[in-house]
């Protein structure tokens, strides 16, 4: 039960930090979701550093990394909220940045998490 509660709070945490760099960067004039790139790159960046972390030394414990990995960092990145913004992009026509965000999101993210780690290690 301690570790639900533990994701439970970090995601709360992550979800409520998400909403509000999404009001803030999300363009409602180009449509174009600025808050939730940053979010998915932020948050693919701090997993690379907490888990980087949590494997180098175990200086972080399981519910240390349920906490913030899991809780946190699953709810302030959001797969749905990508999915659904590039479904709006195709609706409308969009392909050009369709096509930009889902390669950018998804090459980005994985640097992201790479540097975060390497980050740890050096």
Sequence with gaps: MKQFILVFIGGGFGSALRFLI?????????????????????????????????AKNDSLTQNQTLLLATGFCGGFTTFSTFAYENHVFLKSGDFMNFAIYTIGSFIVGFLAVFLGMYLVKA
């Design 22 to 54: 999404g009001k803030w960067l999300n363009s409602s004039e180009t449509g174009i979701p600025y808050g939730t790139f940053a979010a998915n790159i932020l948050g693919s960046l701090l997993i690379g550093i907490i888990l980087g972390i949590a």
